[in-house]
């Protein structure tokens, strides 16, 4: 992860930046992630940590932080990667879907897909922005 960068964001705080280019379908990340049970979710969820977790396992019930950078790319309605959650491996692989330049933003699609359009839950901020 050498060309991957945090830097401001706009109103959006930090996010994921690269340094040099990069190709369709390139694996950007490997991240493992800490997970955390149901239990423990319920109490993440009155933090600020709430911003940072992704729902985990197949009920979604529980909870993973994410390491390395995964826990600050921004959410794109039209993203330029994609990630994938490994339940057995306990890891999030972020992943290319177009050719991205040097210098963009990386986000993901906080709803999984790259292309779907359902409202996230802070979905009412970006229309501010």
Same mark, same amino acid.
């Given at each position: 992860?050498?060309?991957?960068?945090? !830097?401001?964001?706009? @109103?959006?705080? #930090?996010?994921?930046?690269?340094?040099? !280019?990069?190709?369709?379908?390139?694996? %950007?990340?490997?991240?493992?992630?800490?997970?955390?049970?149901?239990?423990?979710?319920?109490?993440?969820?009155?933090?600020?940590?709430? *911003?940072?977790?992704?729902?985990?396992?197949?009920?979604?019930?529980?909870?993973?932080?994410?390491? $390395?950078?995964?826990?600050?790319? @921004?959410?794109?309605?039209?993203? *330029?990667?994609?990630?994938?959650?490994?339940?057995?491996?306990?890891?999030?692989?972020?992943?290319?879907? #177009?050719?991205?330049?040097? $210098?963009?933003?990386?986000?993901?699609?906080?709803?999984?897909?790259? *292309?779907?359009?359902?409202?996230?839950?802070?979905?009412?901020? %970006?229309?501010?922005?």
């Amino acid at each position: 992860m050498p060309y991957l960068t945090i !830097a401001p964001s706009g @109103n959006k705080g #930090r996010g994921v930046f690269t340094t040099q !280019a990069i190709p369709k379908g390139q694996i %950007i990340e490997i991240s493992p992630v800490v997970v955390l049970s149901a239990k423990d979710r319920k109490h993440i969820e009155k933090t600020e940590l709430f *911003n940072y977790i992704f729902e985990w396992g197949k009920s979604r019930k529980k909870a993973a932080v994410a390491l $390395g950078y995964v826990s600050v790319y @921004n959410h794109s309605y039209k993203s *330029n990667c994609e990630y994938e959650m490994d339940f057995d491996d306990n890891t999030i692989t972020i992943k290319t879907v #177009r050719a991205i330049s040097k $210098g963009e933003e990386l986000s993901i699609n906080y709803n999984a897909d790259p *292309n779907d359009s359902t409202q996230v839950w802070f979905h009412h901020l %970006i229309e501010q922005q």
